[in-house]
């Protein structure tokens, strides 16, 4: 197929597809299915050869959330019979961090429910942050704490965390049709904040929401514009108690579909199956490997995710292999953009970079 030769060619060199390209991904019929998943399992294995990153989730605060992203089971009014509980001390965030670490996860993705932090948050999350990477040597924190206001990114830098996770979601056309408490742009600006302060920026987007191929495209569109190194695509896992239950719009299909879109525009970001892969791909997971290069492990935020040891069974199976921590997970480019050491201004004879 000329569309996948002409993709495949463009994954390798960080070139961006044309919209076009990538909505034709979305409508190839099922029996294309696996020449779609070769082909953007090239552009995989070129960025990423064959390693799976495994990442952990500790939800830090779980429900009780004022924001009403309809998606979400810990929301505003949501009925959802979920666990719900405030901040975990540090001590207790650190167990179970442990956990997924003795798993073979390499990457600590600690969550609350809520708009954003308050400063005493930040203050308590950096004591997590410490409490974990004093005992876990080269483990990486990533913090996913809602909307960030002015400064809050450099201090969660300071205080040792690698990445700060915000998603997209969807397509700034929809967004309004999924939440109404925060915008598309407070989301980018999220995004932004956390890049400028060195913090590796995740963000990715939900499928199975009612969405049409070009918000999908939209989104996606959107993310490579703000460059994330890792995105994380989740496929909707449709809660009882929230205004999106009984929304089951995917086919483990349509779901490969997507990863293999979003590893086309996003050739050389550090693409994660995220939650909903089990309830979705079913029987297809091991395919969604050949596209994707990280996935999580264990339980998800409220609900249970597959046991780890069948997930690195499956890596096993599928003939891949879990990413150590002596491994650095972007690609060369990646990394040097973001250990640019200063070597202009203050301290130096150059002028400075304003
Ligand atoms: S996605 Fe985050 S901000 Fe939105 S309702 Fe859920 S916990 Fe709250």
């Known amino acids: 197929m ?40 090239k552009v995989r294995r070129h960025w990423y050869g064959r390693r799976v990153k495994l990442n952990y989730l500790v939800n830090l605060k779980s429900g009780l959330c004022p924001e009403d992203c309809s998606y979400c089971s810990q929301r505003l009014g949501s009925k959802a019979e979920i666990l719900k509980y405030t901040w975990l001390k540090p001590d207790e965030a650190a167990s179970a961090a442990a956990a997924g670490l003795k798993g073979g996860a390499k990457r600590v993705c600690l969550v ?7 400063d005493r948050d930040l203050d308590r999350v950096s004591k997590t942050i410490s409490a974990i990477k004093d005992e876990h040597e080269g483990v990486e924190i990533c913090a996913c704490l809602g909307l960030l206001s002015e400064g809050q990114a450099a201090k969660l830098q ?14 700034e056309a929809t967004y309004s049709d999924i939440c109404t408490t925060h915008d598309f742009s407070d989301r980018q600006e999220t995004v932004r904040q956390a890049q400028s302060a060195g913090l590796s920026a995740c963000s ?13 495209v939209d989104v996606v569109f959107a993310l490579r514009e ?29 779901a490969l579909r ?19 892969r089990e309830v979705h791909l079913r029987s297809l997971q091991p395919l969604a490997l050949h596209l994707a290069n990280s996935i999580f492990l264990g339980d998800y935020l409220t609900s249970e995710g597959q ?14 292999e879990v990413e150590g921590t002596d491994t650095t997970t972007m690609p060369e480019h990646r990394t040097d953009e973001l ?10 004879a150059l002028p400075p970079n304003a």
């Not at 609350?112 to 308050?118: D, E, K, N, Y």
């Open 258 to 276: 997507i990863l293999a879109m979003v590893r086309f525009v996003c050739p050389d970001a550090e693409v994660r199956l995220a939650g909903g």
């Open 339 to 348: 250990v640019a050491v200063r070597r202009r201004g203050t301290g130096t």
């Open 204 to 216: 990715g987007l939900i499928a199975g929401m009612g969405e049409t191929d070009e918000d999908l």
């Open 307 to 320: 046991a780890g040891q069948a997930d690195l069974d499956m890596i096993a199976d599928a003939g891949f």
């Open 112 to 118: 609350a429910s809520g708009r954003g932090p308050t």
């Open 2 to 41: 000329d569309l996948l030769n002409t993709l495949v060619e463009k994954g390798l060199r960080r070139e961006l597809p044309t919209r076009d390209e990538a909505r034709a991904v979305l409508e190839t019929s099922d029996e294309e299915l696996l020449d779609v998943v070769a082909a953007a399992g």
């Open 158 to 171: 300071a205080a040792g965390a690698d990445a700060y996770n915000h998603n997209l979601n969807t397509s």
């Open 226 to 254: 703000l460059d994330p190194d890792s995105v994380p695509v989740n496929f909707l896992i449709p809660f009882d108690g929230t205004p999106l239950a009984g929304e089951w719009n995917l086919t483990p299909q349509r």
